[in-house]
């Protein structure tokens, strides 16, 4: 879907991987997380993780920050830059995607429920 959205408003949103989109959401959502919590979330090695990060933080999406409970650990926050794009993305997802789901019979939207979340145990079983 989010490809979908980036299609239709390349002006915006355009030249982001998929991993950048689903880290800036992430980290844009939860206001500020530590780099294990983006390699647990979205399963990713630290490698990947920390290349993916480092280059949003070069690019002024996200910072990092000492945390001021301990400083060994390092908080990835959300700049005003991401917080914007966030917003957009969600202007376009109301705008195309709710649409279509609203548009659905109640039994589909259940059948489509039960049908992802079969998906979604199979993956987390085959993935732990």
């Known amino acids: 879907m989010k490809r979908f959205i980036l299609l239709k408003d390349k002006r915006q949103l355009a030249g982001f991987t998929m991993n950048q989109l689903d880290i800036m959401y ?37 910072t990092k920050k000492i945390s ?3 400083r060994r650990v390092v908080v990835i926050e959300p700049t005003e ?24 019979p109640q039994e589909d939207k259940a059948a489509m429920h039960k049908v992802l979340n079969k998906i ?7 993935l732990s």
């Open 68 to 70: 001021d409970g301990d």
């Open 26 to 62: 992430y980290v844009g959502t939860s206001g500020g997380v530590m780099l294990g919590d983006i390699i647990r979330h979205f399963r990713m090695s630290r490698s990947s993780a920390t290349q993916t990060v480092a280059r949003l933080v070069r690019c002024g999406y996200l």
């Open 81 to 104: 830059k991401l917080k914007e794009i966030n917003s957009s993305v969600l202007a376009l997802e109301k705008k195309y995607i709710v649409p279509i789901f609203d548009a659905l």
């Open 120 to 126: 979604y145990g199979g993956l987390s079983e085959r």
